[in-house]
């Protein structure tokens, strides 16, 4: 003690007292309250410094000790300034000092401690407060703890939202309180909903012991019809199954069999035992369901991922010299809109060195439709005098083609630059040349209408400055300038991408300015790339109806969503690096993903996953599935999806060569295990043409008829006319929807159309 009170007069109080505060070990920190220097010294309260009270708070808020807390009541301070806002809270709680305002989270994190005094004081505040916020985190906190849970029912506390109180009264066990709070299971379908993966694992567990509960429609959701058909994951399928089953409840079941995916139905109806539905019709599609072996449509199904995923062969390889031995190499194809047909445009023979120099009319070019189904040029003209870069089929045996600018005629020899760049319109009549006066054209596009179109141009306004110009064509033309680029000054229009209705024209430029033009109501849009820097290219670029994608210098993918209006800067993911960024980005609707194709480096397909909305989470993984192609892509390759979306085409750009790609199997993989209850008339049209597919095996063949008639019995009461058409039906309702249906079988359903002369 003399020692000790030597230290105080010569280091000082602050000194002695902060090197007695922190021992070196816990169990010094325990024993160190119980030392004669706490008797002797601090028996005057005043006297007591500061840390040395926020050191026994620490100490006691840590580890209830009876004579840690005596001393803290005899000296009766609250922790100081310098300690945590929880410390100083927790000692005020502990002093029964009811001033200042209640921390509702500090007060329920104290409120869940049972095992220690300032647990007590807490829930003792929070049923005298009853602060809606405190009392919702310790509701909370029940749910993972007995204790907490058995005091919210013995105080009928619970959450203030209801679906939350529905939750929390099936997790405690509060029969009566559920019933009472929701009885047709609503409130509990939403909270089953919002909850976690796990969180739903365990809330089916207390449904369980509940009792008594819907369980398919808190499960399957209820918030609307179209929802109601989605289907359960496999454990909430297998959770559900086992519940109806047990409660004999085979109605129920037969309807929630139906909407699942086709495998999960074929072993549903094996859990029926001898019971059978009542309806005839009923009982064809039952029936054909219980005769399918589970394992072997399992087989079948599981096999169609498998099949694609080390490479890709081309059905179909073109060679362009074998359909005319003039034809050499091409520089530019599309798809028909049905894609039944490729527009093709490329370089003719033009003889060798030895040959002496062209003469200035000479052909240099072709262009051409070719039919698939035949392989043989339905249209071919090979006397262009310029360079072609650019073709849209337009249908109906109908195509355009874009000439080069001068400076990329590799046959100007004379330095000559005065050509304007023109299109030509070709067509079952001829061809017709339309007039640009354009320097330069930067893309050709198929849009909405007859045989209408869209040419992307600069053209000269001063002898320093270009103009993009935007014009649009119809069947033979002329072309008219509608003025939407004016004012983009210093912009060159590079038309990289058109959505699936050819409405929207996404335009982009070497400065990484990206715009969108709805050519249906005369909007352009300015978007934001988020980089505040300027890229050397923008492209490859694609675009869904909801969606625009490109792939930076560097490899991010740059996303925007719907609406392509705002002024938000896109979502930027990183994808790829620079060495590795994709040839070409394109939007398949028969897949309803993006697809990324490289055909230059280790040649590849990539199927994308990117998030449907600005505010849907980024998945861990962009590419969640990587398919080889033969390499044999060559220079300067040209690719093109089908407007359907099941069809890849790549030309390589220099040779003679075109190969199509049938993407069906891949299609067939995220159709053929799509719930059938999110299936609609275009689904089913879908699957009739796939049906017909010479690719496919007798196995996957009649697995699609299985399909179809479970979907043509689940839509079979719709009369479908029009938009509409397109929404899932829930099994057992009755819909009509009006205006025009196309491509659909009419057995077992009615359709009724509008035909053009106003007929029914």
Request: proline share 6%; net charge negative.
């Amino acid at each position: 003690m003399r020692a000790v009170t030597g230290a105080l007069d010569s280091l000082g109080h602050e000194t002695v007292w902060r090197t007695w505060a922190e021992p070196p070990t816990s169990g010094a920190s325990r024993r160190r309250w119980d030392s004669p220097l706490v008797a002797e010294l601090l028996a005057d309260s005043t006297r007591v410094p500061d840390l040395l009270v926020d050191a026994a708070w620490r100490d006691w808020l840590a580890e209830h000790e009876a004579g840690v807390w005596s001393l803290l009541e005899r000296w009766n301070r609250t922790a100081s300034a310098c300690e945590s806002r929880e410390a100083r809270f927790l000692s005020r709680l502990a002093l029964g000092d009811g001033g200042g305002a209640v921390d509702a989270r500090l007060l329920a994190d104290a409120a869940v401690r049972f095992g220690h005094p300032i647990g007590e004081r807490a829930r003792a505040r929070l049923l005298v407060l009853n602060d809606p916020e405190a009392v919702d985190l310790f509701c909370t906190a029940a749910l993972d703890s007995p204790e907490v849970a058995a005091f919210c029912v013995e105080h009928h506390l619970a959450p203030g939202d209801e679906v939350r109180r529905a939750v929390f009264f099936v997790r405690t066990g509060q029969r009566e309180q559920y019933r009472a709070l929701d009885p047709d299971g609503a409130l509990l379908a939403l909270g089953y909903r919002s909850a976690s993966a796990e969180e739903r694992a365990t809330l089916r567990t207390a449904i369980t012991a509940l009792g008594g509960i819907d369980t398919l429609r808190v499960l399957a959701g209820q918030l609307s019809r179209q929802e109601d058909v989605t289907s359960p994951d496999g454990q909430e399928r297998a959770y559900l199954i086992e519940q109806l089953t047990e409660g004999e409840d085979w109605e129920r079941l037969w309807r929630f069999t139906l909407p699942l995916p086709l495998a999960a139905a074929v072993r549903t109806v094996h859990s029926f035992g001898a019971w059978r539905p009542r309806g005839e019709d009923d009982r064809r599609v039952f029936d054909a369901l219980r005769a399918a072996d589970p394992r072997t449509v399992d087989e079948h199904v599981n096999a169609l991922p498998e099949a694609p995923a080390s490479s890709l062969d081309p059905h179909t390889r073109i060679r362009l010299d074998e359909l005319d031995e003039r034809i050499r190499g091409v520089a530019d194809l599309e798809f028909a809109p049905d894609g039944t047909q490729l527009a093709l445009a490329g370089a003719v023979h033009v003889g060798t060195e030895s040959d002496g120099g062209l003469p200035s009319v000479a052909p240099v070019s072709w262009a051409g439709i070719m039919d698939l189904g035949s392989a043989t040029l339905s249209r071919l003209h090979c006397d262009f005098t310029y360079p072609l870069v650019g073709v849209a089929h337009l249908g109906c045996d109908t195509m355009v083609v874009a000439e080069a600018d001068a400076y990329a005629d590799p046959h100007n020899v004379d330095g000559d630059y005065s050509h304007v760049a023109n299109i030509h319109y070709v067509d079952p009549g001829g061809v017709r040349t339309l007039d640009t006066g354009a320097e330069e054209i930067l893309g050709v596009e198929r849009i909405a209408g007859d045989r209408a179109f869209v040419v992307a141009a600069s053209v000269d306004d001063t002898d320093t400055f270009e103009s993009p110009v935007l014009f649009t064509g119809g069947p033979g033309g002329p072309l008219v300038a509608d003025g939407l680029l004016d004012g983009l000054d210093d912009f060159e229009p590079l038309i990289v991408a058109v959505d699936p209705d050819r409405r929207l024209v996404a335009l982009f430029d070497v400065l990484y300015k990206a715009v969108v033009v709805d050519l249906h109501s005369s909007v352009v849009n300015r978007l934001d790339d988020g980089s505040g820097t300027a890229e050397d290219t923008m492209t490859p670029a694609a675009l869904s109806s909801s969606t625009l994608v490109s792939c930076s210098a560097s490899g991010d993918l740059h996303v925007w969503h719907d609406p392509l209006t705002s002024t938000e800067p896109a979502l930027t993911i990183p994808a790829w690096s620079a060495a590795t960024r994709p040839t070409a980005l394109a939007w398949s609707p028969a897949l309803n993903r993006f697809l990324a194709i490289d055909v230059t480096q280790g040649p590849h397909l990539e199927i994308l996953d990117v998030p449907p909305t600005r505010d849907a989470a980024v998945p861990d993984r962009v590419v969640v599935e990587r398919i080889a192609l033969p390499d044999n892509a060559g220079p300067a390759p040209i690719v093109r999806l089908s407007p359907k979306g099941d069809e890849l085409a790549v030309g390589r750009g220099g040779h003679e060569t075109v190969d199509l790609y049938d993407l069906t199997v891949l299609t067939l993989r995220s159709f053929v295990t799509r719930p059938m209850g999110t299936m609609t008339h275009h689904d089913l049209a879908h699957l009739v043409g796939m049906q017909e597919h010479p690719l496919l095996d007798d196995g996957i063949r009649t697995v699609l008829g299985l399909m179809r008639a479970c979907l043509e019995h689940r839509l079979r009461h719709d009369m479908a006319i029009g938009e509409a058409a397109g929404a899932a039906v829930a099994p057992g309702d009755f819909e009509i929807e009006l205006g025009e249906v196309q491509g659909r079988r009419r057995s077992a359903r009615t359709d009724v159309a509008a035909s053009e002369d106003g007929k029914g």
